[in-house]
């Protein structure tokens, strides 16, 4: 059965002699997408993870996982999804072909041949097929930690939850780990907390934002990343009596701010706009409706991912 939403919260809390470690925690992680869980630390990413793999009982609050309750229907949750911990650990003697076999006959029974077959489509899938006879001893931490993704993705899991998957690694390593998870997008749900913001804005389609244990943003990346609900434009202008052309702009219903900076002889505004697509269809008509003006430059200002989250968090 397919759900439209993967992981599901509604006022979901933990708290440990009397501190409120997590507080009413409403959640949406939509099914088919990767999903980046950003905070700083001590901000509850963790305790959330616990709580939606069954580890821990939450104080108030419920969640789902595929439809099924995290907390009466633990067992058939399990089931159903494959979990990376921030270092896995390995038997080091044992190749990686050996780990992985180790583990599917926990999944798995039937043909020893399609098991093998199972195990050589995850080796092929995170880039170890020609390493696969080798003892886990002598990998990379970037190869240890693909590894890792392959052993979640045994079972063929409709969600993955996956905890810091490329904070130890190096830019090599954390490069093939992203890569994994871009071709794990096809098959499944990815649900990753990280403090790495640029991996974040080069893979996730939606994030969520956790600060002193309370959510202060969700939704699309490139909701966040044009300035949520407040869109900005800049514009560049030459021209005379730009002052009542700025009056003019103003008093737009959908312009909530212009912001002014002069320098040798040209000015730029930046416009905060509440409406997207009024903005779109009229703004650079409104400005251009006075002919003495020139228009040198125009365009919907865009957002690092650390600015929104720098200003989220520091200004929670």
Do not use: C
């Amino acid at each position: 059965m397919t759900h439209l939403l993967a992981i599901e919260t509604h006022s979901l809390s933990k708290t440990y002699k009397n501190v409120s470690v997590l507080k009413s925690l409403d959640l949406a992680v939509p099914a088919n997408s990767i999903f980046g869980f950003l905070g700083p630390n001590g901000a509850g990413k963790t305790t959330t993870m616990k709580l939606l793999l069954g580890l821990i009982r939450p104080t108030g609050g419920s969640g789902t996982i595929l439809g099924h309750n995290i907390t009466q229907e633990s067992l058939s949750i399990r089931a159903r999804i494959g979990y990376l911990p921030q270092q896995p650990h390995f038997i080091d003697s044992m190749t990686a072909r050996e780990t992985l076999r180790f583990t599917a006959h926990f999944f798995f029974s039937g043909p020893d041949t399609k098991i093998e077959q199972r195990i050589d489509d995850m080796l092929d899938l995170v880039g170890l097929a020609d390493k696969a006879d080798r003892p886990v001893k002598g990998f990379s931490g970037g190869e240890r930690q693909r590894l890792g993704l392959a052993l979640a993705q045994i079972n063929d899991p409709e969600l993955l939850i996956l905890d810091e998957p490329a904070a130890a690694l190096d830019p090599l390593g954390r490069r093939d780990v992203l890569a994994v998870m871009e071709r794990l997008r096809e098959r499944t749900t990815i649900f990753y907390s990280t403090h790495i913001l640029d991996d974040v804005q080069q893979v996730s389609d939606t994030v969520a934002i956790l600060n002193h244990g309370q959510l202060v943003a969700q939704g699309p990346i490139e909701q966040l990343l044009n300035g949520g609900d407040q869109m900005v434009y800049t514009v560049t202008l030459e021209g005379a009596d730009i002052d009542s052309a700025h009056a003019r702009i103003v008093k737009l219903p959908w312009v909530s701010q212009v912001d002014r900076l002069h320098h040798n002889g040209t000015t730029t505004w930046q416009i905060s706009v509440t409406d997207e697509q009024a903005a779109k269809e009229h703004l650079l008509r409104q400005i251009l409706s006075d002919e003495r003006l020139i228009v040198t430059g125009f365009n919907q200002k865009k957002y690092e991912l650390e600015e929104i989250f720098m200003n989220i968090v520091e200004g929670a």
